[in-house]
Nanobody
Framework: VQLQASGGGLVQAGGSLRLACAFS????????IGWFRQAPGKEREEVAC????????EYSNSVKGRFTISSNNAKNTVYLQMSSLRPEDTAVYYC????????????????WGQGTLVTVSS
């Protein structure tokens, strides 16, 4: 399984950005894709997760209402649309995948892509 995140960059507070996670290698449809982030000096934390199996989504409280996770299954790509960005959203964003998980925590995810840096200026 391989995942590759893209779309990071520099944006002003209040702005929007869309991240993409292109993935491959899952051998059956019971898997989930998640977005996680790690700010300097902090632990990696969950942002949003999407179950390909049943289409369910889950968000952390800090991004709920501002971020949207979605999937284009034909393109094997999961997106993270980020709006109303805040300086505290600055972090390296990672996408990850796992078979059969219903938990949106970093411990539940097996496969990780490289990160993409999002910087939100005030």
């Amino acid at each position: 399984v391989q995942l590759q995140a893209s779309g990071g960059g520099l944006v002003q507070a209040g702005g929007s950005l869309r991240l993409a996670c292109a993935f491959s290698g899952f051998s059956f449809d019971e898997y989930a894709i998640g977005w996680f982030r790690q700010a300097p000096g902090k632990e990696r934390e969950e942002v949003a997760c999407y179950s390909v199996e049943d289409g369910s989504t889950e968000y952390s409280n800090s991004v709920k209402g501002r971020f949207t996770i979605s999937s284009n299954n034909a393109k094997n790509t999961v997106y993270l649309q980020m709006s109303s960005l805040r300086p505290e959203d600055t972090a390296v964003y990672y996408c990850a995948g796992s078979y059969g998980t219903k938990w949106c925590t970093k411990e539940a995810y097996t496969y990780w892509g490289q990160g993409t840096l999002v910087t939100v200026s005030s």
